[in-house]
């Protein structure tokens, strides 16, 4: 691998990368006194000669032009040089450079592992950039994850994806979702045989979560506890309980956050069963970031995908930072610290999947809630019927 970097100045050239490259040539400079290796040479270099400058021998050199068909006039050197380009590469018989891999511009969800494939590493969600290997997500590990992005970024693509691999993973008897979807871009594109129980407002989510902290505090381990009981977490018996929040900015207002209740117990998430998945718009997020419940999870050391979004709004998730990128694209952080480029897969993304959700328009079919805050948990688990929102059958359904 060769590199060659040109400079107006030095000072452009950052010292630590300077330091690096040996290998230097000198042109004329604007300002013989920015030369590094003689001034006097560099002042006596003519100026309206291009090619002519110095090495660090303190001589005097010419450039030669980049072109072989013997033409010296430099109004066409580009497509001289071109021309230069493609006889080099076709005269060449060796085995030519290796292409640079890049991330695909789209990734359908069918090319990554089944959520059952991996068990001991968890869920697939895209592939990295270095070896283009699939990014999995393991909820065992740390129960948090974020998702941070702007307008049609593609995160409610990416909760869709993660609810696909979660119930590919595991049998309803052994995971269920509590979700909290207010714009109803979610709904009807989470299995229904894994839905526990859908608050696409408000008042329903902040019931949904005093009865969830319920569960927290009946999931405790007890004094009496052995530590075998702690190593496998069998004191306590049911499914797991994913709760996926999208839109978490309305959520989380100035007039309360539902999620509020479980700020106590999200230290014992991973040990209760509990996991956390939320998105939430990449605008205004650093601000929120010193909201109660956010700023735990963080403490936490939470894992997540930070997508486009603009770099003003600082650090999101550990140093990741918003970036311009294509629908779908982002960077991750796992819970070990490792920080890989990535592309979520989908088969929506961007506005392919707010087309598709404006398409579905805002409404939902018949809503069914149980009155008591703290049985409807109980009920579910036990074996009753679990109560959801309610929507007509789609046609569309893919994730």
């Given at each position: 691998?060769?590199?060659?970097?040109?400079?107006?100045?030095?000072?452009?050239?950052?010292?630590?990368?300077?330091?690096?490259?040996?290998?230097?040539?000198?042109?004329?400079l604007?300002?013989?006194m920015?030369?590094?290796?003689?001034?006097?040479?560099?002042?006596?270099?003519?100026?309206?000669?291009p090619?002519?400058?110095?090495?660090?021998?303190?001589?005097?050199?010419?450039?030669a032009?980049?072109r072989?068909?013997s033409?010296?006039?430099?109004?066409d050197?580009?497509?001289?040089?071109?021309?230069?380009?493609?006889?080099?590469?076709?005269?060449?018989?060796?085995a030519?450079?290796?292409?640079?891999?890049?991330?695909?511009?789209?990734?359908p969800?069918e090319?990554?592992?089944?959520?059952?494939?991996?068990?001991?590493?968890?869920?697939?969600?895209?592939?990295?950039?270095?070896d283009?290997?699939?990014?999995f997500v393991?909820?065992?590990?740390?129960?948090?994850?974020?998702?941070?992005?702007?307008?049609?970024?593609?995160?409610?693509?990416?909760l869709?994806?993660?609810?696909?691999?979660?119930a590919?993973?595991?049998?309803?008897?052994?995971?269920?979702?509590?979700?909290?979807?207010?714009?109803r871009?979610?709904l009807?594109?989470l299995?229904?045989s894994?839905?526990?129980?859908?608050?696409?407002?408000?008042?329903?989510?902040?019931?949904?979560m005093?009865?969830?902290?319920?569960?927290?505090?009946?999931r405790?381990?007890?004094?009496?506890?052995?530590?075998?009981?702690?190593?496998?977490?069998s004191?306590?018996?049911?499914?797991?309980?994913?709760?996926?929040?999208?839109?978490?900015?309305?959520?989380?207002?100035?007039?309360?956050?539902p999620?509020?209740p479980l700020?106590e117990y999200?230290p014992f998430?991973?040990?209760?069963?509990?996991?956390?998945?939320?998105?939430?718009g990449?605008?205004?997020a650093?601000?929120?970031?010193y909201?109660?419940f956010?700023?735990?999870i963080?403490?936490?050391?939470?894992?997540?995908?930070?997508?486009?979004?603009?770099?003003a709004?600082?650090?999101l998730?550990?140093?990741?930072?918003?970036?311009?990128?294509?629908?779908?694209?982002g960077t991750?952080?796992?819970?070990?610290?490792?920080?890989p480029?990535?592309?979520?897969?989908?088969?929506?993304?961007g506005?392919?999947?707010?087309?598709?959700?404006?398409?579905?328009?805002g409404?939902?079919?018949?809503?069914?809630f149980?009155?008591?805050a703290g049985?409807w948990?109980?009920?579910?688990?036990?074996?009753?019927v679990?109560?959801?929102?309610?929507?007509?059958?789609?046609?569309?359904?893919?994730?």
């Amino acid at each position: 691998m060769h590199v060659v970097v040109s400079a107006a100045r030095y000072m452009e050239v950052r010292a630590a990368l300077k330091d690096q490259i040996l290998g230097r040539l000198e042109l004329r400079l604007g300002d013989a006194m920015d030369s590094e290796f003689d001034r006097k040479v560099a002042a006596n270099v003519p100026a309206g000669v291009p090619g002519r400058g110095q090495v660090a021998e303190k001589l005097h050199f010419m450039g030669a032009l980049p072109r072989i068909d013997s033409v010296a006039d430099v109004a066409d050197l580009s497509d001289g040089t071109a021309a230069f380009v493609a006889a080099v590469r076709a005269a060449w018989t060796g085995a030519p450079a290796p292409a640079v891999r890049l991330l695909p511009r789209r990734l359908p969800a069918e090319q990554l592992p089944k959520g059952f494939e991996f068990p001991h590493r968890g869920v697939a969600i895209g592939i990295d950039e270095t070896d283009l290997e699939p990014v999995f997500v393991d909820f065992d590990t740390d129960p948090f994850f974020l998702v941070f992005g702007e307008s049609e970024s593609g995160k409610s693509n990416l909760l869709r994806l993660i609810a696909k691999q979660i119930a590919e993973r595991y049998s309803p008897d052994e995971a269920k979702f509590v979700v909290g979807d207010y714009r109803r871009s979610l709904l009807g594109a989470l299995p229904e045989s894994h839905l526990l129980e859908y608050a696409p407002m408000a008042s329903s989510m902040r019931m949904h979560m005093e009865a969830l902290a319920g569960v927290f505090a009946r999931r405790q381990p007890p004094a009496d506890v052995t530590p075998q009981q702690l190593h496998d977490r069998s004191w306590w018996t049911g499914p797991q309980i994913f709760v996926v929040v999208d839109d978490y900015d309305l959520v989380a207002t100035g007039a309360g956050n539902p999620l509020a209740p479980l700020a106590e117990y999200l230290p014992f998430a991973r040990d209760t069963g509990v996991r956390f998945v939320i998105a939430r718009g990449s605008a205004g997020a650093s601000r929120a970031m010193y909201e109660t419940f956010m700023q735990r999870i963080k403490e936490l050391g939470a894992q997540g995908v930070v997508l486009s979004g603009d770099p003003a709004e600082g650090d999101l998730i550990g140093p990741v930072r918003g970036h311009p990128m294509p629908p779908g694209g982002g960077t991750s952080r796992a819970a070990d610290g490792g920080i890989p480029s990535c592309r979520p897969a989908g088969c929506r993304s961007g506005a392919d999947a707010a087309r598709h959700s404006r398409s579905r328009g805002g409404g939902c079919g018949e809503h069914r809630f149980v009155p008591s805050a703290g049985e409807w948990l109980t009920r579910s688990l036990a074996g009753a019927v679990p109560v959801r929102c309610r929507a007509e059958p789609r046609t569309e359904r893919n994730l």
